[in-house]
């Protein structure tokens, strides 16, 4: 008969992960206090904004853990810290792509209006379904004011990311799909993740599995039983999968962070700050089309 595995204690694998993870987010907050006041580029300032997201999402999973770690019993709530670690990881991601020091000016711009680009073609998907539920309950109601510009303001960021591509030497092809309006990364989140510096299979490893429990399929719930999930007292299952959240979410806060306190301790830590205040590069290179096109969205 083969020797049975030894039995590791969750327990103290979920309060050791527990407190492993307090203290990357302590040292985050630590981090980013330090640098309130400080004057920023407006790319700072939207990494930043997504780095507090991040943050965010770090303090709630804390706040979901501490009771059980503390009592060794009561709701564990592992959907949720699954779900959210998959957040953590996509803010990280954005934290890193928004703050990515090698850019040049051109290759900013086409990034930050692929950005801009993506979030109009998607706010137009769920305002004209919002517009459609309105009109049934408001018979005769107009289309909503963001309908009078957007395909104007479409038509725009189109046109520059044309152009910016040409000026950073993408082909014809790449961007053609890159105006679609739904790509959020120009080389998509493997290519971040690369030019992150992370190991791809561990990223794609990590990104899939707790997006099960984002979207509920089947891999989060199917093997309940087996699990012995229970909403009274944590099983082993439940223990070992949140040590495991919290080690990845930590990792990925700590990765952020470090790039948040050399990216932002003042404006001029962005290097492309002389180029942000003053436009030159578009000025020289571009004809303006409205404000969005010289960079005033940033501002």
């Not at 180029?275 to 571009?286: A, F, H, P, V």
Request: proline fraction near 3%.
């Amino acid at each position: 008969m083969p020797e049975s595995e030894p039995e590791f204690d969750t327990k103290k694998l979920l309060a050791d992960a527990f407190d492993g993870f307090n203290e990357v987010l302590e040292e985050s907050v630590r981090t980013m206090t330090a640098q309130e006041g400080v004057d920023l580029t407006g790319r700072q300032r939207r990494a930043v904004s997504v780095f507090g997201k991040t943050q965010l999402h770090c303090m709630t999973l804390q706040t979901i853990v501490e009771d059980v770690v503390r009592e060794g019993t009561g709701l564990l709530d592992h959907f949720t810290v699954g779900t959210i670690t998959r957040s953590v990881i996509d803010a990280s991601l954005m934290t890193m792509y928004l703050s990515e020091p090698s850019l040049t000016f051109p290759q900013w711009q086409l990034r930050r209006e692929l950005l801009y680009l993506h979030e109009l073609t998607n706010r137009k998907r769920f305002l004209e379904a919002q517009g459609k539920v309105l009109a049934k309950l408001e018979k005769g109601r107009t289309a909503l004011p963001f309908f009078d510009t957007y395909e104007a303001d479409k038509k725009g960021s189109r046109e520059r990311i044309g152009r910016y591509g040409e000026a950073v030497g993408l082909d014809r092809d790449k961007i053609t799909k890159l105006q679609e309006g739904q790509w959020v990364f120009i080389d998509g989140a493997r290519g971040a993740a690369r030019e992150a510096g992370w190991d791809s299979s561990a990223f794609e490893f990590e990104q899939a599995y707790y997006s099960a429990y984002v979207h509920s399929h089947p891999v989060s719930f199917m093997k309940a039983d087996e699990q012995e999930v229970s909403w009274i007292h944590p099983s082993p299952f439940q223990e070992n999968f949140v040590a495991l959240a919290l080690n990845v979410a930590g990792m990925y806060l700590e990765r952020a962070s470090e790039r948040m306190k050399e990216f932002c301790a003042s404006e001029s830590c962005d290097p492309l700050a002389d180029d942000l205040r003053s436009g030159t590069w578009i000025e020289k290179q571009m004809r303006p089309f409205d404000a969005t096109a010289t960079g005033q969205h940033d501002k």
